[in-house]
C-alpha cells in the first residue's frame, strides 16, 4: 500500500491549558459554556468554510471536565467528522493514528478562538517542500474586534500561527523539534506563506477598549472591505456576531 504525500491535522487546545489562567477558571461550566460559544461560532466555522477539507481537528479538552465540555456541545449542532473534541490523554495516539499512513504530518497550531483563510488547508496541501522545511509560518493576518466589529492587518516576524512538518516515520519514533516557544521557530527552517492566513479574535472587553491604539494604522474602514475578509474567514451571514459580542465581554 503506498504511503499518501501528507496528512494535515489541526491541534487545537480548547481547556486543557491556558497561559494566563493561573486560577483554572477554564475548568469551570461558566468558562466552558462561553468557550464552546466562541469555539462553534467562529474556530469551528472557519474550519467548516475551509475550501480543502482533506485534513482532521482535534480539538482537546481536559479529561475530568469531559461532562462539562459534553453538555455544552448539545446547544449546537453535530461537528463534521473531521473535527474531533478529544480528551487530552488521547491526544498522542490521535496524532499518530492520523498520519500513519502518509510520508508527512503537517501539524497546525490554531488556539480555539482563532480562524484560518478559507483556502489555508489548501494552501498546505500545494506546498511541495515538506523535505527541507520544518515549519510553515504565517506572519500576516487580521485581528478582529468582534465587540465593536472591528478589523485590522497586522503582521507579527515569529507568531502563533505555523505548520510544523514532520517525516512520519521520526514522529512515530518519538522524535520532536526542539521549541521555545513560537517566538522561537522563525530560527527553524522555514518557509513564510505571503497571505493573509489568520484572524485573531478579541472578545475580552479589557482588551477590545485599546484595540484603537494598538490597530489604528492597520484598521479597515470600508465595510465592503471588512466584510468580504469576514466572509473569507467564516462564511456568509455574519449576522449572529454582533450578538455575541456582548456576550463575549464577559469572558476573558
Known amino acids: ?43 469551528a466555522k472557519s474550519l467548516e468554510n475551509q475550501t480543502n477539507q482533506d485534513f482532521t481537528a482535534l480539538v482537546q479538552y481536559d479529561d475530568h471536565t469531559e461532562h462539562l465540555v459534553k453538555k455544552a456541545m448539545r446547544k449546537y449542532k453535530r461537528l463534521p467528522s473531521n473535527i474531533k473534541m478529544i480528551p487530552h490523554s488521547e491526544l498522542k495516539m490521535q496524532f499518530e493514528n492520523h498520519v500513519r499512513d502518509a510520508k508527512f504530518g503537517y501539524f497546525v497550531r490554531l488556539d480555539s478562538d482563532d480562524l484560518y483563510h478559507e483556502s489555508f488547508i489548501q494552501q498546505l496541501h500545494d506546498f511541495q517542500d515538506s523535505e527541507n522545511i520544518n515549519v510553515v509560518i504565517n506572519q ?77 494604522k ?19 451571514g455574519r449576522d449572529r456576531l454582533n450578538v455575541l459580542g456582548k456576550l463575549m465581554n464577559k469572558l476573558t
Open 1 to 43: 500500500m503506498s504511503l499518501k504525500e501528507k496528512n494535515i491535522v489541526v491541534d487545537i487546545a480548547f481547556n486543557n491549558w491556558a497561559l494566563n489562567d493561573t486560577e483554572n477558571q477554564r475548568w469551570t461550566k461558566e468558562w466552558i459554556e462561553r468557550r464552546m460559544e466562541i469555539f462553534m461560532s467562529f474556530t
Open 140 to 216: 500576516k493576518g487580521y485581528v478582529y474586534d468582534a465587540i465593536q466589529d472591528r478589523l485590522a492587518t497586522v503582521s507579527f516576524k515569529s507568531p502563533p500561527f505555523y505548520t510544523l512538518i514532520y517525516k512520519t516515520e521520526d514522529f512515530l519514533n518519538g522524535f520532536r523539534y526542539e521549541m521555545k516557544g513560537h517566538r522561537s521557530i522563525i530560527e527553524m527552517p522555514h518557509h513564510i506563506l505571503t497571505n493573509r492566513n489568520y484572524t485573531i479574535i478579541v472578545h475580552a472587553q479589557n482588551t477590545s477598549t485599546t484595540f484603537k491604539e494598538k490597530y489604528e
Open 218 to 236: 492597520g484598521m479597515i474602514h470600508d465595510t465592503s472591505e471588512k466584510n468580504r475578509v469576514l466572509n473569507e474567514f467564516l462564511g456568509e
